[in-house]
């Protein structure tokens, strides 16, 4: 490898020279020489080589800093980093830059679908391993919505978002659980105290922004059984905050119909999978 890392210089210096020669403006240079390091960066990040790719990537963004490429690189090597530090200071610092990095390649990306679905995913995955929900789900929101992104992929951010606003709902419900009750769906008072109120509009909330975007992901997928399990647990989540018998009733049988359509087409896909392992030719 260091033979190869020598005549790659030696080559790279000979071509500066000549277009030096030429007249060539010194911003193609740059960019030559920028794409160099990040190749060169690719090599020792494929080979584990984390901190030699990182200075390399470093390098390559001082050099050519409108390639968004070298960033989404760049801020690759730093989600490694704040993944294995375990002072919390320091895993916030460094996911920050990743964060930066990430965002440059996204204002950098202009219509490039790959770099804009990149940029997309890891800053939704850094503001998920930083605890900020709202940064998460403004992200989703966005990738949800971005016209680069497949239908497919559409309605997996929504399902993403309506699982997270079902959990935000399920978090403040529970904490209300009669641990005696013999029903896990049973009213949960939440009305006696100002704070309890307040948990119990946040949930109410939650379901509201949970029912929404399992809608949207149902729209762009009507069969994402998952979407449609976690649709009929949102009626739970109501079945919780209601005291009058009869809608508790009607959420509950709205519930039981949901997850009965939901399993018997998730039979079906099984089946018909099946079917066509069997008549797939053996080699």
């Not at 929900?133 to 919505?145: I, L, V």
């Not at 399920?170 to 008072?189: E, G, I, L, V, W």
């Amino acid at each position: 490898m260091k033979v190869f890392q020598k005549s790659t210089t030696a080559l790279m210096i000979a071509t500066v020279v000549v277009l030096a020669t030429l007249g060539s403006g010194c911003g193609y240079i740059r960019k030559v020489i920028a794409k160099d390091k990040l190749n060169q960066g690719a090599i020792e990040y494929n080979k584990g080589n984390y901190k030699n790719a990182q200075q390399f990537f470093k390098d390559a963004s001082g050099t050519d800093p409108d390639n968004p490429m070298i960033w989404l690189y760049l801020g690759a090597t730093r989600v490694k980093d704040y993944k294995k530090e375990i002072d919390d200071s320091k895993k916030k610092e460094i996911a920050k830059d990743a964060l930066t990095d990430y965002q440059n390649a996204l204002s950098l990306a202009k219509e490039n679908c790959s770099i804009i679905d990149n940029a997309l995913s890891y800053i939704a995955v850094i503001h998920d391993d930083t605890g900020n929900r709202e940064g998460w789900r403004k992200t989703m929101e966005e990738r949800a919505t971005s016209k680069c992104m497949k239908k497919e992929t559409q309605a997996q951010s929504f399902y993403g978002l309506g699982v997270d606003y079902w959990k935000c709902s399920y978090d403040q419900t529970t904490r209300y659980q009669d641990k005696f009750a013999s029903d896990q769906f049973h009213y949960r008072k939440m009305d006696y105290s100002p704070e309890a109120l307040a948990d119990r509009q946040k949930a109410q909330a939650c379901v509201t922004k949970g029912f929404e975007f399992f809608e949207k992901a149902l729209e762009l997928d009507p069969e994402y059984t998952q979407a449609m399990f976690y649709k009929g647990l949102l009626y739970r989540e109501l079945q919780k905050l209601v005291k009058e018998e009869a809608k508790r009733k009607e959420f509950e049988q709205m519930a039981l119909k949901i997850a009965a359509e939901a399993t018997a087409l998730q039979r079906k896909k099984e089946a018909e999978q099946r079917a066509s392992n069997q008549a797939a030719p053996t080699s």
